[in-house]
């Protein structure tokens, strides 16, 4: 059970208007826990979403003096997506997290940390990505996030932290150009829905399950000292082509046609045909593991796409 006990009380989130910061927002306010959530830009239901651009330290000391939290979950980042400026990237993944941290310790709050880290850590594994396995980034977002993970390591000999890996990632309010939207997008459009032959392995996480795993990493992280890193996913190793397929079985579900073209696109250079975790790590320290399934997922998140109003309580 996830209550506001502890240092649970009040969380400061960052990145709280993206992605899986949303949702990470979300799912603690819809528990009770007085949450503050931080973004750079955007507005966020309920009109509480506090403005801060965590590569300006100034901005970050001062908010985290003013509103005390007693945890922080980290998540602001830059560079998921391609065609952000390497120097943009450095000043919030490596500067940004470096600037909370520094305000933490400047502050002496009492705080637990949980930062967001990235399976594009890694390089290519032949097998399942186990935590000791070698990071070796193949991209500018890859190598600040080695860094902003090793400077997390650096302070939780005085600070609680929790380093968490999320794999394949996908969900209502994810970005127009990934996967799962992209093959709608296609379809309503009537037009092929071009793909590579989709022999890629992926770990396919429900963005729900990825939340609450944060939120489930928090409770653990509760000493100075205490430094841990977790891959996080569901468990499960499913092809692109698998998943592109499922995503038109539920189109079609719903008299909405769509044709893959599979091999249509090639894959893209340094494609790493299997990124999938070993999980068993997170399942022992949080003493859970995501319970979605794929086409329970994929049904919610064709249903945000589609402007469904009941896809949030499917979810």
Not at 245 to 263: H, M, Y
Request: charged share 20%; aromatic share 6%.
């Amino acid at each position: 059970m996830i209550a506001p006990s502890g240092y649970l009380k009040k969380v400061l989130v960052t990145g709280a208007n993206g992605f899986i910061g949303r949702h990470v927002a979300d799912f603690g306010l819809q528990r009770g826990i007085e949450v503050i959530p931080t973004d750079i830009v955007g507005d966020q239901s309920g009109g509480t979403l506090r403005t801060l651009d965590i590569s300006d330290a100034t901005a970050v000391r001062h908010l985290l003096s003013e509103t005390r939290p007693t945890a922080i979950i980290h998540l602001a980042a830059q560079g998921v997506y391609p065609g952000d400026a390497i120097s943009a990237i450095i000043r919030t993944n490596i500067i940004g997290t470096s600037n909370i941290f520094e305000a933490i310790k400047a502050l002496s709050l009492p705080v637990a940390v949980v930062v967001a880290g990235s399976c594009f850590e890694y390089g290519d594994c032949a097998g399942r990505i186990r935590e000791s396995d070698p990071q070796i980034p193949i991209s500018p977002y890859g190598v600040s996030k080695v860094a902003s993970s090793s400077l997390a390591r650096l302070c939780s000999s005085s600070i609680p932290v929790t380093l968490l890996r999320p794999f394949g990632v996908y969900g209502p309010r994810e970005g127009s150009t990934r996967l799962l939207p992209a093959i709608v997008r296609s379809a309503l459009a009537g037009e092929r829905v071009r793909l590579t032959p989709g022999a890629q392995m992926r770990d396919f996480t429900f963005v729900g399950d990825m939340a609450e795993a944060f939120w489930r990493a928090l409770q653990i992280t509760t000493q100075p000292g205490h430094y841990q890193e977790l891959n996080a996913g569901s468990g499960a190793e499913v092809s692109v082509r698998e998943f592109a397929t499922l995503v038109a079985s539920e189109l079609d579900r719903r008299n909405i046609g769509s044709e893959l073209d599979f091999g249509a696109i090639p894959y893209r250079p340094n494609e790493a045909m299997r990124y999938v975790p070993d999980i068993s790590g997170m399942e022992r320290a949080l003493g859970w593991k995501p319970g979605t399934s794929l086409a329970t997922g994929i049904q919610i998140t064709i249903a945000e796409l589609l402007g469904d109003s009941d896809w949030e309580r499917q979810a």
